[in-house]
């Protein structure tokens, strides 16, 4: 049982833009008191992130730290080094119930998509981008996506979480286009207001109990 | 001055006063097209020279964002 699932895999050029930027994320929420599993490049596959994401499982209680390719209804992972979806539409149910989602990935927030009908079926937060993004290889833009996730790992809510993101890329803006572009693409849907992902998880919250072992 | 010449005046600048952003490589997440800033302003400079217009849609997208972004 871990509280985060890092899912970045590397089967292509734009996954290992990605890829990189989730280097070093499972050290650094390790070093901060968190459970980590990091699918990375082939472990990227839908058997393993079916695995550690079924609700029913209870192998990751936090959150899901998705840096790869996204379409509206597809978050990709890879298997036999070729794409392939590992939350769908159809699976994100089962998959993101109770947990907070943050992707670095094009579109599963657009309208009607991915995120949407996540949240809509239990995840509490997909923090995500209404249409195609860009990436770039430098360590002040994987600082900046890196925000989300450290403010979640502080406890911080998701409101604040997301205005932390903002604020990054806003401060960024005289580095290139990308960072205005990306920022006025992004979008967190979210259940409810004020959530942490310490008062809203697959644990009961206050008693750090899973679900499935409360007392009826 | 043609709208094309303002925003070459304008990146350039730009990549004068920040040479190693120019050069940070960038990537299209959907189209893995891979480019730098530097190389857009190249190529605009290069169609300035010879006369043979840019065709390629997701580079005159990218000068349209760069141009939003350098306009503001």
């Given at each position: ?73 597809k978050f990709w992972g890879e ?44 995840c509490f937060s997909w923090l ?34 997301e205005q932390i993101l903002r ?50 | ?72």
């Amino acid at each position: 049982m871990v509280d985060f699932l890092i899912i970045r895999n590397k089967c292509d050029r734009a996954t290992e833009y990605t890829n990189w930027i989730g280097e070093g994320m499972k050290e650094y929420l390790e070093n901060q008191g968190h459970t980590v599993t990091d699918l990375s490049d082939a472990d990227a596959n839908p058997e393993k992130v079916t695995e550690w994401l079924r609700y029913d499982k209870e192998k990751t209680v936090k959150a899901v730290i998705a840096l790869d390719h996204g379409s509206v209804d597809k978050f990709w992972g890879e298997k036999n080094n070729s794409l392939i979806p590992v939350i769908d539409t159809n699976n994100c149910r089962t998959l993101t119930r109770k947990l907070h989602v943050y992707t670095l990935a094009c579109s599963t927030n657009a309208r009607g998509g991915l995120g949407k009908i996540a949240v809509k079926g239990g995840c509490f937060s997909w923090l995500g981008y209404i249409e195609p993004v860009y990436a770039m290889k430098s360590q002040s833009f994987k600082d900046c996506i890196w925000t989300y996730m450290i403010a979640m790992a502080e406890g911080k809510t998701m409101e604040e979480c997301e205005q932390i993101l903002r604020k990054a890329y806003a401060d960024r803006d005289a580095e290139s286009f990308v960072y205005k572009y990306n920022l006025e693409r992004l979008s967190l849907r979210k259940i409810e207001d004020d959530m942490t992902i310490n008062s809203h998880n697959r644990y009961v919250p206050g008693t750090g109990m899973p679900e499935k072992a409360k007392p009826q | 001055m043609p709208e094309k010449e303002k925003l070459i005046e304008k990146l350039e600048k730009w990549v004068d006063e920040h040479p190693e952003d120019a050069d940070i490589p960038h990537i299209n997440l959907t189209t893995q097209r891979e480019f730098t800033i530097r190389g857009i302003l190249d190529q605009m400079i290069q169609e300035r020279a010879t006369g043979i217009a840019i065709v390629d849609e997701e580079v005159l997208e990218i000068e349209t964002q760069i141009e939003k972004w350098l306009g503001e």
